[in-house]
């Protein structure tokens, strides 16, 4: 069985940072598709950031345009756990925030049915 265990989230003041992290069991993050999603009170889930290594030419991250040059993905293989760290943190980054994982590669990574496990999310607040 697969799960995501999220971490890191908190209270911090705009401009701020904030790293978050996603403890995998059951499936190794180097072989599968990783995401982290955001959902805003009354607001859609909506995509993030994602890496995989499921491809020949190597790791492959993609970025929303809202936080792209802000925000870095990454994974350490041997915790076998991956990252969201989040720099210049706006109000409007306030979410809950998931990590999933697909067991597949895509080349429309923000898909959220591409996904077939999800963590429990961990609040990340932005003050202004």
């Known amino acids: 069985q697969v799960q995501l265990v999220e971490s890191g989230g908190g209270l911090v003041q705009a401009g701020g940072s904030l790293r978050l992290s996603c403890a995998a069991s059951?499936?190794?993050?180097?072989?599968?598709?990783m995401a982290w999603f955001r959902q805003a009170p009354g607001a859609e889930r909506e995509f993030v950031a994602s890496?995989?290594?499921?491809?020949?030419?190597?790791?492959?991250?993609n970025y929303a345009a809202s936080v792209k040059g802000r925000f870095t993905v990454s994974r350490d293989n041997a915790k076998n756990t991956v990252y969201l760290q989040m720099n210049s943190l706006k109000p409007e980054d306030t979410a809950v925030y998931y990590c999933?994982?697909?067991?597949?590669?895509?080349?429309?990574?923000?898909?959220?049915?591409?996904?077939?496990?999800w963590g429990q999310g961990t609040q990340v607040t932005v003050s202004s």
């Open positions: 999933a994982t697909s067991p597949v590669y895509s080349t429309s990574p923000s898909r959220p049915n591409l996904y077939d496990y």
């Open positions: 059951g499936r190794t993050v180097s072989s599968a598709a």
């Open positions: 890496i995989t290594g499921l491809t020949w030419s190597g790791d492959i991250t």
